[in-house]
């Protein structure tokens, strides 16, 4: 059963940092898309990084191209979001995705766009000006 779990999320005021944590189980984690997203009420849910757990490659928004940073450990089975230089339109329910398919694995040419089919609870980010 794939698990997502969030964390990391919290209050910070414009111009500082977060660091979200996303730990993934119940699938091989280590050849699939995984990606961030964010959504605020009212709005449709947007997303911000990609990243292919196998090699490495990493998608931005443009929203936060130069600010934000995606990660991952295979290892330990965990991807993470570096957000620097926090704005407060940044704000946001900030969401981990997975596309895992019937065979566990997971391509997409880029992961900005893959068909995510799992998600986390979410984490609250708020960012006061």
């Known amino acids: 059963q794939v698990q997502l779990v969030e964390s990391g999320g919290g209050s910070v005021q414009a111009g500082g940092s977060l660091r979200l944590s996303c730990a993934a189980s119940?699938?091989?984690?280590?050849?699939?898309?995984m990606g961030w997203f964010r959504q605020t009420p009212g709005k449709e849910r947007e997303v911000v990084a990609g990243?292919?757990?196998?090699?490495?490659?990493?998608y931005y928004a443009d929203a936060v191209k130069g600010r934000f940073t995606i990660s991952r450990n295979n290892v330990e089975n965990a991807m993470y979001l570096q957000m620097n230089s926090l704005k407060p339109e940044d704000t946001a329910m900030y969401y981990c995705a997975a596309y895992v398919t019937g065979y566990g694995g997971g391509y997409a040419r880029n992961c900005l766009g893959a068909t995510y089919n799992y998600w986390g609870q979410g984490t609250q980010v708020t960012v006061s000006s």
């Open positions: 119940g699938y091989t984690f280590s050849r699939n898309c």
């Open positions: 990243l292919y757990t196998g090699s490495g490659s990493t």
